[in-house]
């Protein structure tokens, strides 16, 4: 069982800030326990599978694929679990496939690994290195919806989604533009 | 009363497919008196069932067997076994298009002598006119409710369509407006008008776009003369001694075989699954596929050149809301070769949801450059580019070696490769979409590849001689008197125009024919 948890139990925020400290670069993201936790936003992934460290790195993976800024870690957590709940729990072969890739990942990046580095353009460089690999366009093709056809993302771009129970847009601006 | 008729009666017409061809067939034939089952693969969903969603509505609505595809194209390397975006279920594609009705030119009927021979291409000229269509066109566009035809009022225009308009007209362009629709601008026909709703493509909740769903089906079936029997997948057309045809075999909604007898079979059922069927219809008689004397049954597929621009504005736009498709400039659509490419375009306007313009911006694409235009979707608009394509031999649908179905029959596999014409007019086409946008103050502009096929036409073409094509200007086929095709795989060429108009066009055409054959006991 994977779960997205608000508020990570047993843990204070006292406490996850100072683990963050020693967490390296990417530090907005903690691994402990069983668990990927998000030190600002009060929330925690739960992972039985695959090592928390690999979905940490999955998860600073999937940010540097699809970079928003203005989107939470959440998003990009819950668009990952899948890969701990559905994957790597039923199939032994494609959690070693996704173990095995990480660590190449953090083997490209150097010493302290895919998260050690702190810039994005350094750590997309080495995506770069692995984009041709199955293992990449997994995570690739899987963010288009994993990420993107999460209802509460829409918002965040300005997409209203669903219109037919309010009446479509006939009286709610679908011809409001006032620039041009 | 919906007419159930035995699967042993040999009288009635079975037509395969109830969309644009299929659904108005069975209704102008059920009006004539003529007995008709149509069977359609897809399920029956009732237009209040569709969904404001566009992942969840395309797994409700668009066909999703496997297909493979070839060739050169970037749908098959990006979308490899989604080669058209086309729906299984009651209605079709009717249920899915936008709703953009227009005539075809004059001179597009005649593409073989206007453009004269081009290299590679395998251009015919239609063996009708638009004389001969006119009187039906005008039928059509009745029956449609098209706006600006019989006295209906235009849409009135969104926000993505000012945009449009606007540079536009500061381009120079004259022909803009908001399109010829066969969506309600006003109550008619029983439904409702536009709500501005921005579905076009999931389904119109309102009814109030054109689709032989809740239009021409209820119709026909309100006669008693017309079954319409859903997830019925025709599975070979069956044909006697004589060389006519008999009857179909079908997979009924259980998966169980099922024979219909049949005095005349019309098959609709899209460009990709009209041809594959006549391919898998094969027989000692008839060794190449039924009514393939030509050897053209699966070739010249055509797509239309398409494609298209987004632009991202500096102040929003929310080109999200309202009708897709209606805004138009066709100053493009005529033939003018010293553009570099025969034929013409038109331009058109569409927006995507978040989800499918995640999907379909730039497939495969990633990082800042593609995340950057995503963070602008509020403050974007945009076109779709739809021109003539070349037919050519070599783009088909044929069978694939060694995959098969849920049924045993072997999957259709989609090649096609862009001809240096569909090439040439595409980036015109781009370049005069992004200054479209530039003459309005865009930042950033997007000539975005094709989406898998909308429009999928030619692969049972009309000609005037047995050896050139399938069927005859009546669609009915060179080679078997009571097989008939009623969809676009008739057309000889594709035009610039969406297809739907003139899909509806012949098979409303194809019904006269069709009875008057039947009652002078011909068929």
Redesign the interface.
């Known amino acids: 069982m994977v779960t997205v948890y608000q508020n990570s139990p047993g843990i204070s925020r006292r406490d996850l800030l100072r683990r963050a400290g020693g967490a390296g670069a990417a530090a907005m993201l903690v691994v402990s326990g069983g668990a990927v936790l998000s030190v600002n936003q009060a929330w925690g992934l739960e992972v039985t599978a695959l090592k928390p460290e690999t979905m940490a790195t999955l998860i600073q993976m999937a940010r540097?694929?699809?970079?928003?800024d203005?989107v939470p870690d959440k998003y990009y957590a819950i668009a990952m679990k899948s890969y701990d709940a559905e994957m790597a729990a039923k199939e032994t072969s494609k959690k070693d496939m996704i173990e095995a890739a990480i660590a190449d990942l953090d083997a490209r990046a150097g010493d302290g690994g895919y998260l050690g580095l702190g810039w994005e353009d350094d750590r997309?460089a080495v995506l770069k290195q692995i984009e041709s690999t199955d293992f990449f366009k997994m995570v690739?093709g899987g963010l288009?919806?994993g990420?993107?056809?999460q209802k509460e993302?829409?918002p965040l771009?300005?997409?209203?989604?669903?219109?037919?129970?309010e009446?479509?847009?006939?009286d709610?601006?679908?011809?409001?533009?006032e620039?041009? | 009363m919906a007419a159930p008729y035995d699967l042993s009666d040999e009288n009635v017409v079975v037509i395969i497919g109830s969309g644009a061809g299929g659904g108005t067939l069975g209704n102008e034939l059920a009006q004539k008196g003529v007995d008709v089952v149509i069977l359609e693969a897809g399920k029956r969903i009732e237009y209040d069932e569709f969904i404001?969603?566009e992942?969840e509505s395309f797994g409700q609505l668009a066909w999703l067997d496997n297909r493979t595809t070839s060739g050169d194209w970037r749908v098959s390397r990006d979308f490899p076994n989604l080669p058209a975006w086309i729906v299984k279920a009651v209605g079709g594609t009717t249920t899915h298009w936008a709703g953009a009705s227009l005539r075809f030119q004059e001179h597009e009927f005649k593409a073989l002598t206007n453009y004269g021979s081009v290299e590679g291409a395998n251009l015919l000229d239609w063996p009708l006119t638009l004389a001969d269509l006119e009187p039906y066109y005008a039928k059509a566009e009745d029956k449609l409710g098209v706006t600006r035809t019989n006295g209906i009022p235009g849409l009135?225009?969104?926000?993505n369509f000012?945009?449009f308009e606007?540079g536009a007209k500061a381009l120079g362009y004259e022909k803009v407006h908001t399109g010829r629709m066969a969506i309600n601008s006003e109550y008619r026909d029983d439904r409702d008008a536009?709500?501005?709703?921005?579905?076009c493509f999931q389904g119109c909740?309102?009814g109030a776009k054109w689709s032989t769903l809740y239009t021409e089906i209820p119709k026909g079936e309100a006669t008693g003369r017309l079954e319409v029997r859903p997830e019925s997948h025709v599975l070979k057309i069956e044909h006697g001694d004589d060389g006519k045809v008999t009857g179909v075999v079908y997979a009924d909604t259980q998966g169980n075989l099922q024979t219909q007898k049949a005095r005349v079979v019309c098959v609709a059922g899209n460009s990709i699954e009209s041809p594959r069927l006549l391919l898998n219809s094969a027989s000692n008689m008839f060794p190449d596929g039924l009514a393939n004397s030509s050897g053209q049954v699966g070739k010249n597929y055509m797509r239309h050149t398409t494609g298209s621009v987004y632009a991202v504005f500096d102040?929003?736009?929310?080109f999200?809301?309202?009708t897709t498709m209606a805004g138009i400039i066709q100053d493009e659509a005529g033939h003018d070769p010293s553009r570099g490419f025969v034929g013409g375009y038109e331009l058109e306007t569409l927006a995507l949801?978040?989800?499918f313009m995640?999907?379909f911006l730039d497939p495969?694409g990633?990082?800042?450059g593609?995340?950057t235009a995503?963070?602008a979707?509020?403050r974007m608009a945009g076109m779709w580019i739809v021109g003539e394509d070349m037919p050519q031999e070599k783009n088909r649908i044929s069978l694939h070696g060694e995959l098969k179905d849920q049924y045993g029959m072997p999957i259709p596999d989609v090649y096609f490769d862009d001809h240096p014409n569909d090439i040439a007019m595409r980036n015109h086409a781009y370049r005069q979409g992004m200054a479209i946008y530039d003459a309005?103050g865009a930042t950033r502009t997007f000539p975005t590849p094709p989406y898998p096929s909308t429009h999928n036409l030619g692969t049972n073409r009309m000609s005037e001689k047995a050896s050139d094509g399938v069927v005859n200007m009546w669609g009915q086929s060179h080679d078997i008197d009571n097989l008939f095709v009623s969809d676009g795989s008739q057309f000889t060429t594709g035009a610039a125009e969406n297809p739907t108009l003139t899909i509806v066009t012949l098979a409303i055409r194809q019904a006269d024919y069709l009875a008057e054959q039947l009652s002078q006991g011909n068929l």
Not at chain 1, 172 to 177: E, H, K, L, N, V
Not at chain 2, 194 to 199: D, H, P, S, V
């Open positions: 540097d694929i699809y970079p928003h203005h997309v690739r288009v919806t990420l993107y056809n993302v829409w771009f300005g997409y209203e989604g669903e219109s037919y129970s009446g479509g847009y006939i709610r601006g679908f011809d409001d533009i620039w041009l | 404001n969603d992942w009135p225009g969104s926000n000012k945009v606007a536009c709500q501005q709703t921005g579905f909740k309102w102040k929003p736009v929310n999200y809301r309202g949801g978040l989800p995640a999907a495969g990633w990082g800042r593609f995340t995503l963070d979707y509020d309005v």
